[in-house]
């Protein structure tokens, strides 16, 4: 394999924002969630100079915290929203076949059916139309099953449970690593995209917006990057930057939060995951390598946004609903992790918006400003291709049409001959086959470069102290090439080593923070900021886990500081994501 990829270093950070101070931009994008890594890929391939800025880390948000599939929205038959459902299954096709096949793939689901007569119709008719959508491209067709056929699946499933189930399939991601591909695609591509970069406030000629103020967190420093055209896909902050610019939106969005725990693979016998109805939302079982991830939630959030907080209440609730369906009974002690997100939802000021809520919206509440909210994460290269769309009309040439629909993220290239060589690849860098495969799927073809590392440095080869399933290699590249600045990047997002080990990755901290200082220039006072870091944020979620709701659990949560913002003064102008 030769491929080989831009790197997301700290020279490129320095270099790129550098760059946004001393040209105008066509297209500035705020927000390093994946709609904004799909709108930076998308504008820099219609030939724009395009710069991404990110208050935080790449998926830090939302995009990090999702249930890590790409689908159809099966239950969105239900509600008659066809065009949703095929246009979502349209780009899960893309996502497995074409643009991502290294980082996503097929996982089976059972719907299990507890009524004898009515349901098996009613349901399979309702999957069969999924597929006849677009279902089948890319994953197998559904199958109808007896109950013994669903239990020999599933043993974990309780006999009272189902009837009969029917088994179809859908797409699974890690989301942070994908929607981090999709930025260094993006990079790879020509765009300035830099995180730890927050907007904190808007360059205006006259009405119309031509850039934003944007202040390096890791500095201090602000300075002005300019731009004929500025996106925000800000998601939950997305009515900070409506207020900002001086008016009501055309809608307004609210936060909902979804959480999901993390339990190993040895707890439940199955191999399928699963998905069935809740008296409040739609629960799945799903499969996650060594793991399990059983969620979600659907409740209004109204307190902090950067850092919403799992109580024991939510817990307890996805424990009640799961145990429901198995035979061995979950408890908390089972739990190795746990995770809250936030959705973006829709809620218009008018009957005709208010219908917005599971789709996305574009507009324009301002000259050179557009705003991209809504939507879903296996959509996100619709909202992005739409977002610049909209931006595109103010600018003074003609631009080409959105091509992403046919540009393989990085990694992708090479893929499938690589794969089928990894017995190769393990002989020839000593390394276990399935290490081999575990870098394939989480990197693709750029695996080369990580094994071209374990050659010149062997100990990077060794497994990841307290996470075992990694490699030392893995985390020294996400500081050189992934655009990790702290240790909380590496071990949440660029691995997730902090919802897939029992300690939450106390463990791991320092000998990660050690491994990455002489790429991000750490001094020995910095590493143990960062450890002191992780080990406060670890603690404040464990606390924020134990409190009975939302308040006291917000609370507990921010009880550890934000790495990014720590001493630095108070902007001049109200900060925005």
């Known amino acids: 394999m030769s491929v080989k990829a831009i790197d997301l ?4 950070r320095a270099r790129a924002l550098r760059e946004m101070t001393e040209t105008e931009l066509d297209v500035l ?24 800025v990110e208050a935080r880390d790449f998926a830090s948000g939302t995009s990090s915290r999702s249930s890590k599939l790409i689908h159809g929205g099966l239950r969105y038959l239900e509600q008659l929203n066809f065009g949703l459902v095929r246009e979502a299954l349209r780009e899960r096709s893309l996502i497995l076949n074409q643009l991502a096949p290294h980082l996503a793939r097929s996982v089976p689901f059972l719907y299990p059916l507890q009524h004898r007569f009515w349901e098996r119709p009613y349901v399979g008719s309702g999957v069969l139309l999924y597929d006849t959508m677009g279902g089948r491209h890319g994953v197998p067709a559904h199958r109808h099953l007896t109950k013994k056929q669903a239990l020999r699946q599933f043993p974990s499933l309780r006999k009272d449970a189902l009837v009969g189930a029917v088994q179809y399939y859908d797409g699974q991601v890690d989301d942070a690593r994908h929607t981090m591909m999709i930025a260094r695609t993006a990079a790879e591509y020509g765009a300035l995209c830099t995180t730890s970069t927050q907007v904190v406030g808007f360059l205006r000629e006259g009405n119309r917006v031509v850039g934003a103020r944007v202040r390096d967190l890791e ?13 925000n896909a800000a998601g939950v902050w997305t009515d900070d930057i409506q207020e900002m610019v001086g008016g009501r939106g055309q809608f307004h969005v609210r936060a909902s939060k979804g959480v999901h725990i993390v339990v190993p693979r040895d707890r ?68 190795v992790g746990v995770y809250a997100g936030l959705r973006p939802l829709l809620a218009g000021e008018s009957d005709e918006t208010s219908q917005l809520s599971r789709e996305h919206a574009v507009v324009s509440p301002v000259a ?41 993220l990085v990694g992708a290239d090479g893929y499938l001959a690589a794969r089928n060589q990894r017995h190769d690849l393990a002989a020839a860098s000593g390394l276990h086959v399935a290490r ?14 990580l094994l071209d590392l374990v050659r010149e440095r062997p100990e990077l080869g060794e497994p990841m102290p307290g996470a075992e399933t990694y490699l030392k290699v893995e985390i020294y590249y996400a500081a ?28 791991s901290a320092r000998p990660a923070a050690e491994l990455v200082a002489p790429v991000l220039g750490w001094d020995a006072e910095t590493i143990e900021r960062e450890v002191a870091h992780y080990h ?30 720590t001493d630095l003064p108070a902007p001049g102008l109200r900060p925005v994501a």
């Open 536 to 565: 406060a944020r670890v603690a404040a979620e464990r606390q924020s886990q134990q409190e009975p709701d939302d308040q006291t659990a917000d609370a507990a949560r921010l009880g550890a500081p934000d790495v990014r913002v």
């Open 368 to 408: 050179g400003l557009v705003l991209v909210a809504g939507g879903k994460y296996t959509t996100y290269r619709v909202m992005a291709k739409d977002a610049v769309d909209a931006a595109v009309h103010g600018l003074p040439v003609k631009v080409p049409e959105s091509c992403t629909h046919r540009l393989p």
């Open 219 to 231: 500095t201090g420093d602000e300075f002005d990057v300019r731009a004929r055209q500025t996106i």
């Open 9 to 12: 270093d700290p020279a490129y």
């Open 480 to 507: 050189r090439a992934e655009g990790a600045l702290h240790l909380e990047d590496i071990l949440t997002r660029r691995t997730r080593i902090s919802i897939e080990t029992e300690d939450r990755g106390v463990v």
């Open 268 to 335: 439940i016998t199955a191999s399928t995951g699963i998905i069935s109805r809740t008296e409040k939302s739609v629960l799945f079982i799903i499969p996650w390598d060594t793991h399990w991830i059983i969620g979600t939630t659907d409740t209004d959030w109204s307190l902090d946004r950067a850092h919403p907080a799992a109580s024991r209440s939510d817990i307890d609730y996805l424990l009640d609903q799961a145990n429901r369906l198995l035979t061995n009974q979950l408890t908390h002690d089972d739990i």
């Open 436 to 449: 081999i495969e575990h870098l394939l799927g989480r990197y693709g073809s750029l695996s080369n470069e």
């Open 29 to 52: 994008v705020i927000g390093g969630g994946v709609v904004g890594a799909g709108a930076a890929l998308d504008a820099v391939t219609r030939g724009l100079r395009t710069g991404l």
